[in-house]
Each structure stands twice: as structure tokens, then as C-alpha cells.
């Protein structure tokens, strides 16, 4: 007899539909400390495009802006555990 195949469960994430930037009619900028903070993750890393919802304009933006940001010292390398 054969096993059945184990199903995984898919975990639905709600992904925005338009781009923050867009949006608000603003670049991302390394000196704005709380958007920044919108795009990173509890451990510090930058948040993809499939999760961010963001365009990739404006990814490849934020992306220099908080490598910015981190040099500068305005915000960590790695998040607190």
C-alpha cells in the first residue's frame, strides 16, 4: 500500500495592492526613519516585493535607502531578539 501524500498547509499572506510610495506621492529616504522601519523584518532584513507590495522602482529605492540608513547608523544591521 502506498502512503498518502502529506498536504502542507499554505499560509495566506495579505500583500498590499498598490505601492506605499506611489500612494503617497514620496521617494524613500534614508533620513525617514519610520518608514524604513515598515520595510524591514523583527531580525532586520529588507522585506521583499512579494510581501512589501511595493513596485520595483521603488524597491530597488528603499533598498538603497536603508543600506543608507545602516551606514549612517539611523538603523540597525541586525533587529533585537
Known amino acids: 500500500m502506498a502512503a498518502k501524500p502529506i498536504k502542507k498547509r499554505v499560509r495566506k499572506i495579505n500583500v498590499p495592492k498598490e505601492c506605499y510610495f506611489c500612494k503617497e506621492q514620496k521617494l524613500p529616504s534614508y ?19 512579494a510581501r512589501s507590495g511595493l513596485c520595483a522602482l521603488h524597491q530597488r529605492r528603499l533598498t538603497s535607502a536603508i543600506k543608507h540608513a545602516r551606514h549612517l547608523a539611523l538603523l540597525p544591521f541586525i533587529g533585537k531578539y
Open 31 to 49: 533620513d525617514d526613519n519610520e518608514t524604513l522601519r515598515r520595510f524591514l523584518s523583527d531580525r532586520g532584513k529588507i522585506i521583499g516585493r
